[in-house]
């Protein structure tokens, strides 16, 4: 089985039709789900109300990626809600490994999540409580933007001290995932590739994550 998984954002998505936007993209390993409180971010998408409703709806578990402030008091409620996967901003939370454990504790894939600037190095002791790490490749807030080559060396040391825990941690990437960028973020190491325009902007979204699943397999 192929370790590729990929996890469309619903950010690119149609809002008003949700449950037939996540229906329409069987190929999905997960479904992206971004939380942003217009704090964290300076953009405003949804929040728990849409992700409960989302979670019954969904042929697919939720990926949480939580851009908000406070993800210590937040985030468990998204694992209780029934989120497959809940990945908060080490840049927010005020006591990830407390955070990671109620996440883990409430159902939940825990996550942690590394803005562009953000240095992997610091979290590494950090790692057997988590189950993904997100290096994110645009600044966080839109859907869109350019792909930031400058973050793969971060990639590859990412790889590295995941291989050296050798624990089963997942390393997400997210943001200018497309057809142009997905190849050097898997040689990077990455194996869990977050993709919002290059598939809801695509004319056959459930067949752009095919190709992409193509071509991170290398
Ligand atoms: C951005 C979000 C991303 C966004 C990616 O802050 O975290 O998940 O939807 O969109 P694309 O793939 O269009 O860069
Ligand atoms: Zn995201």
Redesign the pocket.
Known sequence: MSSVQISP????ADFSRLAQEVAAVPSADWI?V?V?DNHF?P?LTLGLPVVEALVKTSPRPLDC?L?IEDPDRWAPGYAEAGAGSVTFHVEAARAPIRLARAIRSAGARAGMALKPATPIEPYEDLLPELDMILV??????????K?LDVVLPKIRRTRQLIDRHGGEVWLQI?????AETIERCAAAGADVF??????Y?AEDPDAAIRKLREQAEI
């Open positions: 954002s619903i950010l690119s992206h971004d942003m971010v953009n990626h851009m994110m490749t645009v600044e966080p807030g839109f859907g869109g933007q792909f997210d943001g200018g995932v497309s977050v993709a919002g325009s290059a598939v902007g």
